[in-house]
């Protein structure tokens, strides 16, 4: 191997003798800050890296896409051209490593130029980078010699078509596919021959394209040529095994490039007025689990600067390498010296940045220092800037990959370009990073490297099978020229907030899961017969008198300081209506009426008169089912003999809510039957079952609410329905019919199936009632058709059966949390695996996922404030706005102890939607209730912290207090002041009746003012007159009862006085039967 000595760079001896000052390992030199990134995290209204930031990009931002050489053009032997190390890689390699295949023709991009532009053009980009094949141009590597001339007009040809169409070349030098020559005769960039060629060659690029190029790209990503190339062997030219290869490679792919840099700087520059810079590619990474300790921030600063710091320190820092570099490789680092420094310091007039899934794959397996990889550009782009100063970006390769499979319909490529962007603008915006540009990778699909075609990251899809090699636009191309025609991610879906208040009779509510039931009073005043004899021997103890019993009474419900306490921490939400749902397998253990638990009973009663009492309303639930619970929360025995499979748990249903409507129903106004039955029916396996499930659970609801109606509805007058969860299903493509089909699916499976059986539809009332949705049985009976099912697996309901389930609801009850991504889910054509291994595809056949730019909680829920005005959109549009709506849950967790800010945000946002739905489309919605009270242990959904934690008041509480006080989003901050109709109505009449006949009642009122007072005249004399009469009979009757006694309660005769018992209102109020009319 030939090696050469750097060029000393005369100019720079006095400045050399400085950096001499500084320890030789340039610690004492590096000034960067980027370990604040951990020790503060951003901060700010987009602290949270992927919340949207619904906002426009600069007027003059550089929106591209990009492609390489090697992985496009094809031609690989095509008008001279000459092998590069890659073309040797794929031929030569044959079935070793899974390269079975080549670049040859690959996306032709050297024939099919034209339809590339024209790819641009449909895009709407202001720039296209792409690189230059050096084997092309230099078939032998010697830029001293003579260019190929096709190649040379090839690339002007296209330069000055993107020129035409007003696009801007960004020309990358060199993108992996060094000539075959060099390597085999130099061993490649192990070799520093290869600075003074790369050199040759770059100021030939410049030299013939430069008058028309403004950006010039030298080398993209070294790292991957590094340590892929000569570390790892995964790339070409397949070389492994000394630990030194990849960090010489790196020192000469750095000088090559400072060379490339000073030759456009000192010839080149001063005529065409262009830019030059290196591609240097990077990961993310953040403190294992969170924890941002000393060392943990030490070991992610050693992980970014063991690939970004690596190149960039030397270039954009101190012009060496990281002392964190020094440390781990020792003599085997390469050693700038003082000249060789300042030659490679402050070589690139931006910062060109790569952040794709080459490097966040590496990054996981070689360089994570124990911490955790993730995808977060806003992230890179601050510590950029801490770290290196203030410099201008451009994000040079930003994207991710689809799988083959995927085709036309990439649609979570769309989501990963959306958060990229995203927390692109979010740095632009907030952090105020100088980003000037977005190249998306990649224009078309090409030769993914090492993948080969198995993976595709274009915007436009190729059928590599196909000669035509056509090009067509994916979904994310669409995505893309949406944003760029849109400069940027404005909230389509968001609308403006609006002012209003909800109805003086909106429920505003707390929801509870299954009440806990404590059976015994806590209050010991009525429960100890003793009495008791205080600091008898002076030890201030007390001590029971022997030989005394007191009487005691039985406990009362104010004895319960459970309740009490309870229902203080509910009463300082502010809330009119609590939600709370009873243990069905408490109050009946065997699931009949064989036992009966009254204490049970009892405790509930006792909560319900204390709502009253304190003027509160409730809403019961009679079965809570939940999956933690033994036995989904039916009583034992009815579990065991097969749950919701079994008909007998209907009519036990029926008795158990009977039970609950005699002995509770006075104090209740609205009944939950079951909540959430379409998460219930969840935990069967079999397809089969869970339709059998839901059909059971439909009726034993029917059988509940018309035995409601029957016998208890005229005497205690509450409503009555079922709570459905119901999160809203928004199409994840919206360019794709498919996917909004899918979404319309899943809302029927969740809603439609168990609503439309009960209330028909707006469009079809009377047909429909007693029946499944149809859109449902279709799907149903094509897939039982395409499994080779003889029927399918939906139930159908008999006419007495749909007698009793038409119209058996009062409202509609939604429990409403957050909104869902839908696509159709990829049923296999064929099983490709036994049975027994695959994955069971959805009864609804949907899929379902989460968009990564949304705010999410820390149990991973996205907050989707307009999710929840379009669920109730369409509810009311398939079922009308006959009967009211009453979001009976919403919530959202926030690991925040007391200063829960996302809950906050959640509540004000949610019900802004909520004023939206009432107001501005007409949705009947009559309440809101927040899950819930309060935490059982750590941080939750809680107002209120657990009871381990004080049960304190979190400050969510405030936020909706306030929104209730002020009745919602008034104009003005006055309190709600609510007067019922009839008092308006009535004021209204009176005061229009006293001003038309003014005149009048002033005559009667003084007529009348003197009859009055003639009258009382009269009376007052006629009283006078019997008094003096029967003054004397008086003294007579007044001597005889002197002389016989009165006794001391006067009773009627025959009952005999009683000494005077304590009676509390409680004991009144537990013997008195409450009857309303």
């Known amino acids: 191997m030939l090696n050469r000595i750097y060029p000393l760079c005369r100019p720079c001896i006095w400045p050399a003798l400085l950096l001499l000052v500084c320890d030789w390992d340039r610690a004492d030199c590096d000034h960067g800050e980027g370990r604040r990134l951990w020790q503060q995290p951003l901060k700010g209204p987009a602290a949270n890296t992927n919340s949207l930031l619904p906002d426009v990009f600069p007027a003059n931002f550089l929106w591209a896409t990009g492609t390489s050489a090697f992985q496009t053009e094809g031609a690989w032997n095509q008008d001279g051209k000459g092998p590069s190390i890659w073309d040797h890689y794929t031929h030569s390699m044959g079935n070793v490593d899974s390269v079975t295949e080549n670049a040859d023709v690959a996306s032709d991009s050297y024939n099919r130029w034209e339809e590339d532009i024209e790819a641009l053009e449909y895009l709407g980009v202001t720039a296209y980078s792409f690189s230059l094949s050096w084997p092309r141009l230099f078939p032998d590597g010697d830029a001293s010699g003579q260019p190929n001339p096709v190649a040379v007009q090839h690339y002007s040809l296209l330069i000055e078509r993107l020129l035409e169409k007003q696009i801007k070349p960004v020309v990358t030098l060199f993108h992996w596919d060094l000539p075959q020559v060099l390597q085999k005769r130099y061993g490649g960039w ?6 003074e060629l790369f050199e040759e060659y770059a100021a030939f690029c410049f030299s013939t394209f430069g ?22 062997g995964v790339h070409a030219p397949r070389e492994k095994g000394d630990p030194s290869d990849p960090l010489i490679v790196a020192h000469n792919l750095i000088r090559a490039h400072a060379e490339a840099w000073h030759k456009y700087n000192t010839v080149f520059r001063p005529s065409q007025k262009g830019e030059v810079s290196i591609v240097l590619g990077s990961h993310w990474i953040v403190p294992q689990s969170g924890q941002s300790n000393a060392a943990n921030v030490e070991l992610c600063q050693k992980s970014m600067e063991a690939v970004l710091g690596w190149f960039a320190n030397p270039i954009f820092g101190n012009g060496d390498y990281p002392a964190s570099m020094r440390d781990k490789h020792g003599t085997l680092l390469p050693v700038f010296t003082p000249e060789e420094s300042l030659r490679v310091r402050n070589t690139a007039d931006f910062f060109a940045l790569s952040f ?15 911490q955790s990889v993730t995808t977060n550009l806003r992230g890179v782009l601050n510590w950029i800037k801490l770290e290196y100063g203030d410099q201008r970006v451009l994000v040079a390769e930003a994207g991710w990959f689809s799988e083959m499979t995927v085709g036309r319909e990439d649609t979570v490529a769309i989501y990963q370009m959306k958060r990229f962007i995203n927390q692109v603008l979010q740095a632009i915006k907030f952090d105020a990073t100088r980003v000037f540009g977005y190249i998306a990778w990649s224009l078309v699909d090409g030769f993914e490297w090492n993948y080969g075609y198995s993976v595709r990251r274009g915007l436009f899809y190729i059928d590599f099978s196909q000669p035509s090699r056509s090009r067509v636009p994916k979904t994310t191309a669409q995505y893309y020229k949406q944003v760029i025609s849109d400069r ?78 309870h229902l203080q921490l509910f009463a300082a939400t502010g809330a009119s209506h609590y939600h709370f749902a009873l243990n069905w397998s408490l109050i009946l253990p065997q699931g009949d009426l064989s036992i009966t638990n009254t204490e049970a009973l009892r405790y509930y009663r006792c909560v319900l008169t204390e709502l009253r009492v304190r003027d509160l309303e409730a809403v019961v639930t009679l079965y809570y089912p939940t999956h933690s619970a033994a036995f989904q929360g039916l009583p034992g025995p009815l579990h065991a003999s097969g749950g919701w499979l079994n008909q007998s748990t209907v009519e036990a249903f029926q008795h158990y809510a009977a039970l609950c409507y005699r002995e509770l129903g006075f104090w209740v106004r609205y009944w939950i039957t079951i909540n959430q039955p379409n998460r219930l029916v969840d935990v069967f396996s079999d397809f089969g079952q869970q339709h059998e499930a839901a059909h059971n659970l439909l009726l034993a609801h029917a059988k509940a609410w018309r035995l409601y109606e029957r016998e208890y509805s005229r005497e205690q007058g509450a409503l009555v329905s079922l709570a459905l969860h119901a999160d809203w299903a928004q199409p994840a493509n919206p360019f794709l019919e498919s996917h909004t089909t899918a979404a319309q699916r899943l809302l029927l499976f969740e809603l439609g199936r168990f609503l439309d059986p009960l209330l028909g539809t707006k469009h079809k009332e009377r047909e429909d009632k007693g029946e499944y949705p149809p859109e449902i049985k279709a799907y149903l009976e094509e897939r039982a058709l395409v499994s080779g099912l003889p029927v399918s697996p939906l139930p159908s309901f008999t006419a007495l059966e749909k007698e009793e389930l038409s119209g058996a609801l009062g409202f509609i009850a939604l429990n409403h949390f957050t909104t869902r991504l839908v696509s159709p889910y990829l049923h296999p054509q064929k099983p490709s695996q036994p049975k027994l291994q695959q994955a069971r595809p959805p009864n609804h056949g949907c899929s379902l996922f989460s968009d990564p730019t949304w705010p999410t909680s820390g149990l991973g829920q996205a ?10 959109d369409w509810v009311t549009e398939r079922y009308g706005r006959s009967l009211p709506i009453i979001v009976t849950a919403s919530g959202m967790d926030d690991q925040a102890l007391v200063e829960d800010n996302l809950r906050q945000l959640y509540l004000k946002s949610y019900l802004q939607e909520a004023l939206k739905a009432r107001q501005l489309d007409g949705v009947n919605l009559q309440g809101f209730y927040t899950w819930k009270l309060q935490d059982r242990h750590a941080p939750h959904f809680g107002l209120f912290t657990s009871p381990h934690h004080r049960s304190k008041p979190k400050a969510s509480i405030a936020a909706y207090r306030e929104i209730i006080g002020r009745g919602g989003f008034p104009k003005d901050d006055g309190a709600q002041i609510c007067v019922t109709n009839n008092d308006l109505q009535e004021s209204c009449t009176l005061c229009a009746q006293l001003l038309k006949n003014k005149p009048l009642l002033v005559s009667g009122a003084c007529l009348l003012t003197t009859a009055v007072m003639l009258g009382a005249t009269i009376v007052l004399i006629l009283i006078i007159t019997r008094r003096n009469r029967k003054r004397g009979r008086r003294r007579g009757v007044s001597s005889r009862r002197k002389r016989t006694g009165v006794p001391v309660c006067s009773v009627p005769p025959g009952i005999k006085c009683q000494r005077w018992e304590r009676v509390t209102v409680q004991d009144i109020a537990d013997r008195i039967c409450v009857v309303r009319h």
């Open 488 to 565: 940027g991610l404005p909230n389509l879906q968001s609308s403006k907030e609006i002012t209003g208040r909800f109805p003086c009779d909106f429920h505003w509510g707390v929801s509870d899961a299954t009440l806990q039931v404590h059976f015994y009073p806590f209050s010991p005043q009525f429960k100890d017969p003793h009495l008791y004899n205080w600091n008898q021997s002076g030890d201030g103890g007390l001590y029971p008198v022997s030989g005394v019993k007191l009487h005691t009474r039985a406990p009362q419900c104010s004895d319960y300081l459970a309740i009490m306490s």
């Open 356 to 370: 794709g899934p080459n490097n966040l794959r590496l990054s996981r397996s070689l360089i994570h220092y124990g």
């Open 863 to 872: 907050l989707v404030p307009w999710g929840l005005r379009k669920v109730m």
């Open 190 to 195: 192990k070799n520093d021959t290869l600075v």
């Open 211 to 232: 008058d028309r190029v403004k950006h010039w790209l030298t080398i993209h990503n070294p790292f991957l040529v590094a340590v892929q190339g000569y570390g790892t």
